[in-house]
């Protein structure tokens, strides 16, 4: 009896799985559109990224529809909202490829998002451009994933140069979120450049995602006396360190990564961020002709000026759009190889891909002054 | 007798092997996508964990509510195994489940002499510890997460490992071991009264609730590919509880609709945006209130027992 | 030098963990209900501070007592719709409708309409941050207010709880609910007074912080929140001064974990006290063993 109702439960619930994808996204390249999925996260830890991103790609869906479309046919990117949750990143990749159809996917934006959709998007055969995932291990899962950011070790090697070669630093502390792949990443790889440059690493600290509490670390780092402090996370954070390392007495000059780089940071850290350096992916301030019409259009459509995740997100875009417009054809096979050959330059510079299908792109360094963010120089891989 | 739970056997393999058959077919000649697929697969690997928690916490009565730990040990144990020492898929998935299940007895003997809310935030707190560990062992990837996991879970295997899981907790609730946790979650001082080592049970279904998940996590590992440790935080324990608790605590074939519909849900709710996480939780809040008031879903499902009906809600 | 300074953080960050974790101990006393949504009501006492503040430019004292307020009636709305019908069910329900609650606060503050997801940083110029020092000490004044504060509002209490008549009926209440309503008690009134009580704490608490870190966001209650609770079963869950005893020794131990064992590891430490102490004496610091009747 009772084995009876457990067999019809099971059908009732494999009944449901079949279903779920009915009713759902109607989707296809059809003959006059090309669609391209968005795997971003909307809501979640991280929706202030995701709408970043969204907003960056909007404003390329209208500029290449208003200029015709690729290759004749308009451009629509579909988003699908990841909640910065691996498990949910790659349900809504399926989604897109399935339902929607679509010939290449924009993103994910965080890496532990990424990490988890390469290997669906390669076995499927779908092309991959993540602008902001920076974890290493992304564009090993196959030929398929690509980004078009500089990758974690890449950015410690140009902070730790920076602070040996310019700032002439010889001893460093590091305080990163352990939880936090970024954070670590760039924490273990400045490490490593700074002691191979002939620095020494005096401490090394670590706290957990949304703690809001660092005197105890600070404390400890502030009796090693280091010459500078790399905070290498989100400017929400970096923020407050910076303001109760100040509070501390500790004097050292701050470091940071393309995380640092926001309007608000100045509202979470006041006067304690002043005279930090950080590496980004490109500045407001540069007057290359691409970020100037960038700002001016986005400014134009928003009324705010674009962050780092509106225009690496936006430049990702246009790399895949260019590539397809290049290959003519809209199968996975084609859009690959036209991106391995990709050579242009965006928002945040001149890209080409290297043979892990990273991109070969410069940083450049950003001090902060006065309230606002200076453009240092320039480095090239 | 013997004739007839021999009967009720044939006729629940016969109806599983042709759901099975049906479902195969449905997959292989694309009626329904790879989307749908994997709702299925995720499907069936939530079947299992839901069924290995309510042996614990509905048969048994032991609020346990940090389960995704012997998940996570199971999914990075299948993972190491097949990766580094290179077993055959089904070995690994045993390996994973024994070695879930061997620390579940190391956790289960000190904390299952807590009663209630204490264990409950005990199990929590191991829960998250376990969390924090896996974050600071970098050959399992740390924070960054585990990558390269070989993809060797099909919906055929999950299926039939559910199916094996409902033949086995089947058998367990029906025998005198289950019997006995059974009477343990009524009244466990009564138990004890009448001769029967509660400590014994209670770390009997703790045991094969950790080996039935550690074998889950095993198959999840190796269908993601990718894992990372916050994943496995408490949140996804919950998860668990609430599929279990909706289906009605002690009901097999409850616990196995409520997992369906609430794995499927938030897929489902997918388009209402940010909405979505907000609907959930009053649901369940709405669900939970009138399940109080007497109307429940799951009295559907209850075995109707001789004398009280005593079921674990309302 | 350096002891004595993070002595003083740990204190500044357990006073905040005591008065979350005041809320928890009444609630579980009276009740029995491990209130997850806890955490998420010290979120909102920020918020509704911060809105004081900001929207209104409101200094301290009223924003505090807005937060406090508005902290409080949350709570006991809260109580009064999703709590109150299942008084009577088993342990397992309330805690899965405690935790849906929880969820409910948290992804309904993210909407746009409410709180919207971004951090909010409070106004700089509520309290006056000034850098004491005394030798080599550096002390935060926020640090030494926030102290004060708790200590303060945890004397109130015991006031009320042992020198008042509803504190009175709150303590017959925790013993034994049936004996109090049979004695005349209103019960429901005492419960939701205790929510309120409990609630408004915890949203002082959310005020402080929101000042001290000067940044708050929907998902800031999580943590604290299990901390807290941590903290109320180390000082014997029920036990008002319990409650603030566990609260200090928590963040004292979270410092000293982050300073001479290992960053790492601070949150998994608070777990393992809570371990420890539940495996060697459950009934926490300062609580008595009872023995159950069959």
């Known amino acids: 009896m009772i084995k009876k109702k457990i067999a019809l439960a099971i059908t009732l619930a494999m009944t449901l799985g079949i279903f779920s994808g009915c009713g759902t996204g109607s989707g296809g390249s059809s003959s006059d559109e090309i669609d391209i999925g968005v795997v971003t996260p909307l809501t979640g830890s991280v929706a202030a990224f995701g709408k970043s991103a969204r907003n960056g790609l909007d404003l390329l869906q209208t500029e290449i529809n208003d200029k015709g479309g690729i290759n004749g046919k308009k451009v629509k990117f579909i988003y699908g909202d990841d909640e910065n949750k691996p498990a949910s990143a790659v349900n809504v990749a399926q989604k897109l490829i399935n339902d929607d159809k679509v010939v290449a996917i924009v993103g994910p934006l965080t890496s532990t998002c990424a990490n988890s959709v390469a290997p669906i998007l390669e076995q499927d055969k779908i092309p991959m451009v993540t602008g902001t995932g920076t974890n290493p291990k992304i564009t090993q899962a196959g030929d398929y994933i690509f980004r078009t950011c500089f990758i974690d070790p890449f950015q410690g090697t140009v902070i730790a140069k920076f602070a040996s070669g310019d700032l002439k630093a010889k001893t460093a502390a590091i305080l990163y979120d352990n939880g936090n792949d970024y954070s670590k990443g760039l924490a273990d790889n400045f490490q490593k450049s700074f002691e191979k440059a002939g620095g020494k690493i005096l401490d090394s600290e670590t706290y957990n995602t949304n703690d809001q509490d660092f005197n105890a670390q600070l404390t400890k780092i502030k009796n090693e006396n280091p010459d500078v402090l790399l905070a290498p996370d989100y400017y929400s954070t970096v923020g407050m360190i910076a303001k109760q390392a100040r509070a501390q007495g500790i004097k050292s000059t701050f470091l940071g990564g393309d995380g640092w780089d926001s309007s608000d940071l100045f509202t979470v850290g006041g006067d304690a961020v002043n005279g930090a350096y950080f590496t980004d992916h490109y500045s407001s301030k540069d007057t290359s002709k691409e970020v100037t019409t960038f700002i001016d259009s986005f400014k134009k459509k928003y009324k705010s000026t674009p962050d780092s995740m509106a225009a690496l997100n936006y430049d990702a875009g246009k790399v895949l759009v260019q590539s397809i417009q290049k290959a003519g054809k809209t199968d996975g096979e084609s859009i690959k190889n036209a991106l391995k050959s990709y050579s242009g330059t965006v928002v945040s510079g001149k890209i080409t891909f290297d043979k892990d299908r990273n991109a070969i792109k410069a940083a450049v360094i950003i001090n902060v002054k006065n309230n606002d963010f200076d453009f240092v120089k320039k480095v090239q891989p | 007798m013997i004739r007839n739970s021999l009967k009720r056997f044939a006729i629940f393999m016969a109806t599983s092997i042709i759901i099975f058959v049906i479902l195969t077919f449905i997959i292989n000649q694309n009626i329904i996508n790879q989307y749908d697929v994997r709702i299925l697969v995720l499907i069936c690997i939530n079947i299992m964990l839901a069924l290995s928690v309510n042996l614990i916490v509905g048969f048994t009565g032991q609020f346990t509510i940090g389960h995704s730990a012997f998940m996570a040990i199971g999914a990075y144990a299948a993972a190491m195994l097949t990766i580094n020492l290179k077993l055959p898929f089904p070995l690994s998935l045993l390996g994973a489940g024994i070695i879930a299940g061997f620390i579940g007895l190391l956790i289960g003997i000190p904390t299952l002499r807590l009663k209630g809310d204490y264990l409950a935030i005990t199990t929590l707190g191991f829960c998250q510890i376990v969390v924090v560990v896996i974050q600071n062992i970098p050959q399992l990837g740390g924070a960054q997460g585990l990558t390269g996991i070989p993809p060797k879970t099909t919906f055929a295997w999950t299926f039939f490992t559910m199916i094996v899981t409902i033949l086995v907790i089947y058998n367990i609730v029906h025998s005198s071991q289950g019997r006995a946790m059974i009477s343990i979650r009524e009244d466990e001082i009564a138990a004890e009264a009448m001769g029967i080592n509660s400590t014994k049970y209670k770390i009997m279904a703790f045991v094969i609730g950790a080996f039935i998940a550690g074998v889950a996590g095993g198959l999840y590992s190796h269908y993601m590919m990718y894992i990372e440790p916050q994943s496995f935080n408490f949140l996804k324990s919950m998860d668990f509880i609430v599929y279990v608790v909706l289906g009605g605590l002690g009901s097999i074939p409850g616990c196995i609709i409520s997992t369906a519909v609430l794995t499927y849900l938030p897929e489902g709710l997918r388009g209402f945006g940010d909405l979505r996480m907000v609907i959930y939780p009053i649901l369940l809040i709405v669900i939970m209130i009138l399940n109080a008031k007497g109307i429940s879903p799951s009295k559907l499902f209850k075995r109707k027992s001789k004398g009280r009906d005593k079921d674990a809600i309302a | ?294």
């Open chain 3, 1 to 294: 030098m350096e002891f004595l300074q993070q002595v003083i953080n740990g204190l500044a960050l357990g006073s905040v963990y005591a008065l979350i974790a005041i809320g928890y101990t009444m609630v579980y006393g009276i009740i029995g209900l491990i209130n997850f949504a806890h955490g998420d009501i010290y979120m909102m006492g920020a918020f509704f501070g911060f809105f004081a503040a900001s929207k209104f430019n409101l200094p301290f004292i009223p924003t505090l007592a807005i937060g406090m307020i508005c902290a409080a009636v949350l709570g006991v709305a809260i109580e009064k719709i999703a709590y109150k019908p299942l008084r009577n069910s088993p342990k397992l329900s309330l805690l899965i409708t405690a935790i849906g609650m929880s969820l409910l606060l948290e992804n309904g503050s993210r909407l746009d309409f409410i709180f919207g997801p971004d951090y909010r940083t409070y106004p700089s110029n509520l309290l006056p941050s000034q850098i004491i020092k005394i030798g080599a000490l550096r002390l935060d004044s926020l640090h030494l207010i926030i102290i004060l504060i708790s200590i303060l509002l945890a004397a109130l209490l015991q006031i009320i709880v042992f020198r008042t008549k509803v504190g009175k009926a709150m303590r017959a209440t925790s013993f034994d609910k049936d004996a109090a309503a049979l004695m005349g008690i209103n019960i429901d009134n005492i419960i939701s007074i205790t929510f309120a009580i409990g609630s408004a704490l915890a949203g002082a608490a959310g005020v402080l912080v929101g000042i001290l870190y000067s940044r708050i966001d929907p998902y800031m209650g999580i943590m604290p929140g299990l901390k807290a609770f941590i903290a109320a079963v180390l000082g014997g869950i029920g036990i008002i001064p319990g409650a603030v005893l566990g609260g200090i020794i928590m963040g004292i131990a979270e410092t000293f974990t982050k300073v001479y064992i290992s960053s790492k590891l601070s949150d998994a430490i608070a777990f393992a006290i809570l371990i420890v102490i539940l495996l060697i004496k459950p009934s926490g610091l300062l609580g008595k063993k009872s023995n159950v009747k069959v």
